[in-house]
T-cell receptor, first 113, second 112 residues
């Protein structure tokens, strides 16, 4: 049973055209993360939510925004995608505290044309 | 902030041999160290983890060792099988905000 679901799995957008990626979870975890992963690289944390508290990484471009309307859902908005934003976007969840596993979704592969 | 280094970046072994991947971390406050396996086109999946109050942990063919003094931890896979072929990532976390810092990954190929 899927625990972290990402939609769509593949997304093609045009240069500069806003796009939204979605993530949902059935685990009732209070922490949700968005990572960007480019080919042959480690996942790079963009931001995370601790409940409703939003935590932005210092080097995350302003072009990336996020919303978490409730515990189960989290969205990644890319306001004006550039060619350099083409990547796999991974959503993950975990419980609060040390030593709790992060559960990753399957990712959304974003292509920018 | 935390800096996690991982070596080697690629590793090829014969089926049945052992594979070892090593990571170092910089922040002595890190206290949770998971290892993830990522297959092509999929999200990372946890395969084993270790906390800072433990020196070694084993789960069947997979083991992880932690040396807090030297700030390094290693993944050991014994009796490798072709299905072990994947990219493996180490990570470190301090728990605060649950931020995970990933290593750069090791592409493991098990040759039948």
């Amino acid at each position: 049973d899927a625990m972290v679901i990402q939609n769509p799995r593949y997304q093609v957008t045009q240069f500069g055209k806003p796009v939204t990626l979605s993530c949902s979870q059935t685990l009732n975890h209070n922490v949700m993360y968005w990572y960007q992963q480019k080919s042959s690289q480690a996942p790079k944390l963009l931001f995370h939510y601790y409940d409703k508290d939003f935590n932005n990484e210092a080097d995350t471009p302003d072009n990336f925004q996020s919303r978490r309307p409730n515990t189960s859902f989290c969205f990644l908005d890319i306001r004006s995608p550039g060619l350099g934003d083409a990547a796999m976007y991974l959503c993950a969840t975990s419980r609060d505290g040390v030593g709790y596993e992060q559960y990753f979704g399957p990712g959304t592969r974003l292509t920018v044309t | 902030g935390e800096n996690v280094e991982q070596h080697p970046s690629t590793l090829s072994v014969q089926e049945g041999d052992s594979a070892v991947i090593k990571c170092t971390y910089s922040d002595s406050a890190s206290n949770y160290f998971p290892w993830y396996k990522q297959e092509l086109g999929k999200g990372p999946q946890l395969i084993i983890d270790i906390r800072s109050n433990v020196g070694e942990k084993k789960d069947q063919r997979i083991a992880v060792t932690l040396n807090k003094t030297a700030k390094h931890f290693s993944l050991h896979i014994t009796e490798t099988q072709p299905e072990d072929s994947a990219v493996y990532f180490c990570a470190a976390s301090k728990g605060t905000g649950n931020q995970f810092y990933f290593g750069t990954g090791t592409s493991l190929t098990v040759i039948p």
